[in-house]
């Protein structure tokens, strides 16, 4: 018979490494005609972080995404970047860029001020413009600003800086400090149907509720939390990886080393927390890696609320699942003797 | 007289036999993609402000288009090939290695020992990791030589040629074994264990001599790996300067030329990685593999060298996600608070640390989950086992540990008959609340997040 269970995993998260310094540095550069070029040293792997980059360094700057050209990942020619892991990039990455921006708006800034008859720390960049604050009227194209910079003024419009986030050590013997400057927070339910008669598990639906701070890029956050629920599906129910007696793998091959596929992908429905960190780059956190983390509690949860066993050890093959559900069965029958 | 329906058959025969050859034939030279000339971009990449726009990603475009170049789709003039050769034994020490049959395989141009490397060790906590193994291998995976060949092929044909006489070492496969004292030294030092780390918070034993109920539980977990559609990849390339550059799918790169600069005795200006875009990481990619070894075979050969893992390649020899035993035992009231938490964590380390010292450190500290608890002890601990190393996944230890205090939360709340909503929500932190380190929270919206979800879920009205 299939049964059907609902499930619930909650998480938090830090960002960026456990007390270790991990910066990371940036430039940019503001070109003639107000768009820019950035460098970092960061790796895209598909998440789409140099799009978030951008669009941080298109913000500060007060132009659009599209306004960016980055360039990445050459150590010739980008500055350091501790690398695209601990879902760090938005954050540290992030931050640097947002300053790296700051400076190179410095000098625009300084060059438009006797332009605009105001003092430097009256201007913002704005949609495309310097203005002065509160009298948006009187503003210049950012493209003019940048050409005076450059050919009138001789002051190009580059920022560099680095950022690193604050951190206490740990205390050897307590654990006690400050590992990290910031955490997220989520939570994921799971629906799931089990056939008792098999142990097969379906995972149906899935909601998940993910804090990344302010969300640069909604549509990459929700990539993210889709894909980390389908990395979190295989870690729960089918992925392992299986040894011989000599310490051989035996499963070396995505044959019989199972993943889930679209196929195996639930519905889902992702919701964005909404939180503001005034310590990340305009109130960003991250959000890599958690989408992975409470995806396991959540559906193994579901199964304990379906069939009422408790699975102890990952994953949840159908077999762990019949199992249990068999022990289950033989310690709740009765011995009743037989009639003399 | 000429048999006409033979005549005919024959040629209708010949004429399909062609058509399969022309099937078969692949065109010398590959059709142009034709893309787009005009870019319409889309309107949230215009906009401003930029922060919050649904803006698409540049790269998007050249995937679909099939523009994207990664490593493999990367030729040199001049590139040859090289393949590493895997132990296919756990534990065991080199006795000799002799690679000269493999070097008369026609094609050939180079190999590799790991003795031939200026320093065959690196990693990013302890530099416990040959790049080849030239004294003790310790999982099956590890490589223990190099060739280098004009095709793949002639390289992997090369690699049966190459002659290793092993002497074999006790296994040592259970990480929990593998913590007795009794039990065989891999790295040869006073214990398997590798790292240690430790919280105390509170009182535990008197947080659980007040609490009304206590719960013991141990969960573990498995090994899993990246599958990143992507595998290692790299292009070496030593130049006449004795400059090398090195395209790798490194997930960072900074460090990474650090760790290629100091195996090969190199000042770090003489090291250039350029990362390609790389295809999936999820932490698999966070350290070198074999940059080194193509670099020394490129120095060897005066030619560009490529080498990309082949899939069983990434399983068998790449890092993995670490198993995790984990022992939970916890004390509540009778109106479902935790008033004390025990943990003790082992994890499984494979046979090098590479970032196991950092994952521990993680699961640790997230090991009470985000709650709040005022009396915790965890002890986690990190050991060498004889199988594939285990190392940065995706997670870093949270989604083992948070699969055990979750489903020992539910465990619990179904003995003391509470909701398991309810119990999550009079647990978690709130805005202030001191972490299992002591470190005041800020921002905190982890109830936001359990009334989000759940509602989105329908969790209240659900029905069977």
């Not at chain 2, 040629?11 to 034709?34: H, Q, Y």
């Not at chain 2, 949230?44 to 475009?61: I, L």
């Not at chain 2, 080849?132 to 490589?143: C, F």
């Not at chain 2, 990190?382 to 190393?389: E, F, G, H, N």
Request: charge should be negative; aromatic fraction near 6%; include cysteine.
């Amino acid at each position: 018979m299939i049964r059907r269970g609902k499930g619930v995993g909650c998480m938090w998260y830090p960002i960026g490494f456990t007390v270790a310094a991990n910066p990371s540095a940036a430039t940019v550069k503001v070109n003639e005609d107000g768009t820019a070029t950035l460098l970092t040293g960061t790796v895209e792997t598909g998440q789409g972080s140099l799009t978030v980059l951008a669009q941080i360094a298109a913000e500060e700057l007060g132009v659009s995404t599209d306004d960016i050209h980055v360039v990445s990942a050459d150590t010739d020619t980008t500055p350091m970047d501790t690398g695209a892991i601990a879902s760090r990039t938005t954050y540290v990455t992030g931050n640097a860029i947002k300053l790296a921006a700051e400076n190179a708006k410095k000098i625009l800034f300084e060059v438009a001020a006797p332009l605009l008859d105001v003092q430097p720390n009256q201007l913002e960049a704005v949609d495309r413009k310097i203005q002065v604050q509160y009298f948006p009227q009187r503003c210049l194209p950012i493209a003019d600003v940048a050409l005076q910079a450059q050919f009138v003024m001789g002051r190009p419009p580059i920022g560099s800086a680095s950022y690193n986030p604050p951190t206490v050590g740990m205390d050897p013997e307590t654990g006690q400090g400050k590992p990290f400057s910031t955490y997220v927070y989520a939570t994921q339910c799971a629906e799931v149907e089990v056939d008792d008669e098999t142990g097969e598990v379906d995972v149906i639906y899935m909601s998940a509720a993910h804090d990344c701070g302010t969300a640069i890029n909604p549509m990459l956050v929700e990539g993210q939390i889709e894909g980390g629920i389908s990395m979190g599906i295989g870690f729960a129910l089918q992925e392992e990886m299986l040894f011989d007696d000599k310490g051989r793998q035996l499963n070396p091959n995505l044959t019989n080393y199972i993943m889930p596929t679209s196929l195996d992908m639930p519905e889902i429905d992702v919701d964005i927390v909404e939180n503001f960190d005034p310590t990340g780059p305009f109130g960003a956190k991250g959000v890599g890696e958690p989408t992975a983390v409470p995806t396991a509690a959540a559906i193994c949860n579901a199964i304990f609320d379906a069939v009422g066993v408790r699975i102890t050890s990952l994953p949840a093959t159908a077999e762990k699942v019949l199992r249990a559900i068999k022990e289950k069965n033989n310690s709740e029958q009765k011995f009743i003797p037989a009639a003399e | 007289m000429v048999d006409e329906v033979k005549v005919a058959e024959k040629t209708e025969k010949l004429e399909s036999l062609r058509k399969i050859d022309d099937n078969l034939r692949l065109p010398s030279v590959p059709e142009r993609i034709a893309f787009p000339k005009e870019i319409g971009v889309s309107a949230a990449r215009m906009q401003t402000p930029a922060v919050g726009q649904r803006a698409t990603r540049p790269d998007g475009r050249m995937h679909g288009l099939g523009q994207t170049k990664y490593i493999d789709d990367m030729f040199f003039p001049g590139m040859i090939h090289a393949k590493i050769k895997r132990a296919g034994i756990a534990h065991a020490k080199i006795k000799s290695i002799d690679v000269s049959e493999a070097e008369k395989m026609p094609g050939v141009m180079a190999t590799l020992i790991g003795s031939e490397i200026p320093v065959n060790s690196f990693g990013p906590s302890l530099q416990d990791q040959p790049l080849l193994a030239d004294d003790v291998v310790r999982h099956a995976g590890d490589g223990v030589a190099a060739v280098a060949a004009v095709t793949e092929q002639q390289a992997l044909d090369a690699l049966d040629k190459i002659k290793i006489e092993y002497e074999e070492l006790p296994n040592v496969f259970d990480p929990v074994e593998a913590m007795k004292e009794n039990a065989y030294k891999i790295h040869n030092n006073e214990s398997n264990v590798y790292a240690t780390k430790t919280i105390m918070k509170g009182d535990v034993e008197k947080g659980f001599a007040d609490s009304n109920f206590i719960f013991e539980r141990t969960f573990t977990t498995q090994m899993v790996e990246h599958v990143p559609m992507e595998p290692h990849a790299s292009i070496g390339q030593w130049d006449a300067n004795g400059r090398v550059t090195l395209h790798s799918s490194l997930g960072r790169i900074t460090l990474g030329r650090a760790d290629i600069a100091r195996t090969l005795e190199l000042p770090i200006n003489r090291v250039r990685v350029i990362a390609t875009i790389v295809g999936g990481n999820f932490g698999g990619k966070n350290e070198i593999t074999t940059e080194p070894i193509i670099a020394l075979l490129s120095k060897k050969t005066g030619r560009p060298v490529k080498c990309v893992f082949t899939r069983e390649d990434e399983f068998i020899s790449s890092t993995t996600r670490h198993p995790f035993v984990m022992e939970y035992k916890t004390g509540m009231s009778k109106e479902g608070k935790i008033m004390a938490r025990k943990v003790r964590l082992i994890c499984d380390g494979g046979a090098y640390c590479s970032w196991s010292e950092t994952t521990l450190g993680k699961a640790c500290i997230l090991s009470a989950g985000p709650y709040n608890i005022e009396n915790l002890h965890v002890d986690a601990y990190a050991v060498y086992t004889t199988k594939t190393m285990t190392g940065a996944m995706r997670g870093f230890g949270a989604p083992q540990v948070c699969f055990a205090y979750e489903s020992h939360m539910d465990d619990m709340a179904a003995e003391l008959g509470i909701e398991p909503l309810e119990i999550r929500l009079q647990n978690a932190f709130n805005e202030g609340s001191a972490s299992p380190t002591g470190q005041v929270l800020e921002a905190v919206v982890v109830r936001d997040s359990l009334e989000m979800a759940t509602e989105r879920f329908g969790w209240k009205e659900w029905q069977r």
